[in-house]
């Protein structure tokens, strides 16, 4: 019998709607023998989701300020949740237990963690699956790091004990005992350590979205669906904005060379985009797989007489940079000439120290500020060793009058990024588009 693991996203749990299909879809193959849930999620645009309201209570109790009332929404959520479902299960234990926790001063890990436990509680129930506490199998060391040889050897003795299990996402504990999550949007970090430490055939991520497109829907509606992409692919895509995994959720099952499917709980019958591994073989020459961009950096280029005959130069730029903390995206180079691309978010206020910082170590000729720079990203592995691929797209470019503030190609060729002025950027996408897809 193969395994599939199956995690499904807080709106695939918001209520007993949507836990239905998420029944339908696990009691449909036998093979998914391990499900992670995440805590119910938003129901509409203007609900709260739990963990959100979780992490106020734990604010209040810090704060001095009573949390009951807010602690009843939750409760009822899981309340209404157990009833429309026709469950006899009893939450009034679970709940009452979580809420002394949180009053007796509960971490804010701990208190967040319950809204994926009570849901595993009620999933488990439902499915009539043995239920897995994640803190009894997922581990992290004294520092609060994750424990893979620890995680890996509690996931094989345990879970060679349960057939079917449902384990909530998002969560482990320390040596202590004491629970500590993953950063937000981590229960896809467990379901890929699960499926790792299983061995599992394939991890099912079951989200709201048929999966990975193209491109921002938002900027070039008729996208296309990705049916298959690389590890690497998706690395790069999500690195320059394409948000369906949390990051961190790639590295466990790369290693171990477990497929990822992104499926949708809500339009089941489709497949979804598969992420498969970096050596798979190219069917397509000469194809993209997607284009994704981010705005908001800025480039601060250096200009220095017979620069790239001094030796340490760029180490000197980088550690002026590296000084005020600030981690830089790209580095294009020229003779004379050095440029740091950075995110605007990492330069908030600290533009002024960076530039003392420079001037002084590396004593630049000239230094440039340019704001309002835009990074798109034209990945596909059906690019490298295709000859023309970089000239069809400055073409575009040059066609549409979008001027190109600098290029950058990774040496696996796998992607070409260009900069752009950030009022360019959704016709640099555009054209792009227009001309790799048809
Ligand atoms: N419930 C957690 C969050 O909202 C984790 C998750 O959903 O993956 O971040």
Redesign the pocket.
């Known amino acids: 019998m193969s395994i599939k693991i199956a995690k499904f996203?807080?709106s695939s749990l918001a209520d007993a709607t949507q836990i239905r299909k998420v029944k339908a879809i696990v009691l449909s193959d036998p093979d998914r023998r391990y499900i992670i849930p995440?805590?119910p999620?938003k129901r509409s645009e203007k609900d709260q989701?739990?963990?959100?309201l979780l992490y106020l209570c734990h604010e209040h109790v810090r704060q001095g300020v009573a949390f009951g009332e807010l602690f009843a929404i939750i409760a009822e959520r899981y309340r209404e949740i157990v009833q429309d479902l026709g469950l006899s299960l009893d939450m009034q234990p679970h709940l009452e237990e979580v809420r002394e926790n949180i009053a007796d001063g509960a971490t804010a890990d701990y208190t967040?963690s319950r809204?994926?436990y009570l849901n595993g509680i009620i999933l488990a129930d439902m499915l009539g699956y043995d239920f897995v506490d994640a803190a009894e199998i997922i581990h992290f060391d004294q520092r609060g790091r994750f424990d893979q040889k620890q995680t890996h050897e509690a996931i094989r003795d345990r879970l060679k004990k349960h057939e079917r299990a449902v384990i909530p996402?998002?969560y482990g504990s320390r040596p202590d005992g004491r629970v500590k999550?993953?950063?937000?949007?981590?229960?896809?970090?467990?379901g890929a350590i699960i499926a790792r430490g299983v061995s599992a055939d394939i991890y099912e991520n079951w989200t709201d979205v048929d999966g990975l497109l193209m491109a921002d829907p938002r900027i070039i509606a008729e996208a296309k669906h990705i049916e298959k992409l690389t590890y690497r692919e998706l690395r790069e895509l999500a690195y320059m904005g394409a948000t369906v995994l949390?990051d961190e959720a790639i590295f466990p099952v790369r290693q171990a060379g477990i497929p990822v499917n992104i499926r949708n709980t809500n339009s089941p019958e489709r497949p979804g985009t598969i992420i498969v591994q970096d050596a798979a073989p190219i069917t397509h020459k000469g194809i993209i797989t997607g284009i994704a961009g981010r705005k908001d950096f800025t480039a601060i280029s250096i200009e220095k007489a017979l620069m790239n005959g001094q030796v340490g130069f760029a180490r000197r730029l980088l550690e002026a940079v590296e000084k005020n903390d600030i981690n830089f995206e790209h580095m294009p180079s020229g003779i004379d000439t050095i440029s740091v691309i950075i995110a605007d978010s990492e330069l908030e206020g600290k533009l002024e120290s960076v530039l003392e910082d420079i001037e002084h170590d590396v004593k630049p000729d000239s230094v440039e500020v340019d704001p309002d720079l835009a990074l798109i990203a034209t990945v596909g592995r059906g690019m490298a060793q295709t000859p023309g691929m970089a000239a069809r797209l400055f073409r575009a470019l040059a066609d549409a009058n979008v001027n190109i503030r600098m290029i950058d190609q990774g040496s696996s060729e796998l992607n070409i990024i260009v900069g752009v002025n950030a009022a360019d950027f959704e016709l640099a996408l555009r054209s792009i588009y227009d001309e790799f897809v048809e």
């Open positions: 996203g807080g995440s805590a999620g989701k739990i963990t959100d967040a809204g994926e996402g998002f999550t993953f950063s937000r949007g981590g229960s896809d970090i467990t949390h």
